[in-house]
């Protein structure tokens, strides 16, 4: 069965790039039904969907992270990864990465990777 | 952005019902998905499209939405149901995904 894997450091500096990558197992990432996502939570607070990416490369932003966000993808390492710039301690939470589906206006998230914890701190 | 409201909140005894309201306006024109977050776990999709549940969700989970409140309903709830609650819906303006704050269901 399909399977997502976090992956990247745990401590980043403030004002540095946080940098992420989730690894897709047991299935393809290049099929027309799926964007591939990220979202995030705080320590203690909830849910907050930081955007997604086709596996073309085409994205969906969360307007509040725009500026500071890059998604990417490597559809031939299945893997999609996330940049964000300019990082401050309000950027440290657990990091999932998750499969999108559903289609516009009806996306949702039916299958999570586990989790990696991102701490901003000097 | 359109951002659901959730209560912090909900307790109920083992075996009743538990009802988990997530309000907007007008979300009822809306297609809500609810997830089920336990302690130290990744969320788990329990209902997609308003009312639709993912195979291997028990048939106790279920959901609706009409006029300005979308409703996750657990019946017969058991110790095991208690976790965080989110409700999701997609913002059309925005294009993004939006989370309600989330409803902690407390088994008494």
């Known amino acids: 069965q399909v399977q997502l894997q976090e992956s990247g450091p745990g401590l980043v500096k403030p004002s540095e790039t946080l940098s992420l990558t989730c690894t897709v197992s047991g299935g393809s990432i290049s099929r027309d039904s799926y964007y591939w996502g990220w979202i995030r939570q705080p320590p203690g607070k909830g849910l907050e969907c930081i955007g997604s990416v086709f596996y073309t490369g085409s994205t969906l932003y969360n307007p509040s992270l725009r500026n500071r966000l890059t998604i990417s993808v490597d559809a031939s390492k299945k893997q999609f990864s996330l940049k964000l710039s300019s990082v401050t301690a309000a950027d440290t939470a657990l990091y999932y990465c998750?499969?999108?589906?559903?289609?516009?206006?009806?996306?949702?998230?039916?299958?999570w990777g586990r989790g990696t914890l991102v701490t901003v701190s000097s | 952005s359109f951002v659901p409201t959730q209560p912090p909140s909900v307790s109920v005894a083992p075996g009743k019902t538990a009802r988990i309201p997530c309000d907007g306006d007008?979300?009822?024109?809306?297609?809500v998905h609810w997830y089920q977050q336990k302690p130290g776990q990744a969320p788990v999709l329990v209902v997609y499209?308003?009312?639709v549940r993912p195979s291997g969700i028990p048939e106790r989970f279920s959901g609706s939405n009409s006029g300005n409140t979308a409703t996750l309903t657990i019946n017969r709830v058991e110790a095991g149901d208690e976790a965080d609650f989110y409700c999701q819906v997609w913002d059309i303006i925005s294009d993004h995904v939006v989370f309600g704050g989330g409803t902690k269901l407390t088994v008494l």
């Open positions: 998750a499969r999108q589906i559903g289609g516009a206006p009806d996306w949702y998230f039916d299958l």
């Open positions: 007008n979300i009822g024109d809306e297609t």
């Open positions: 499209d308003n009312s």
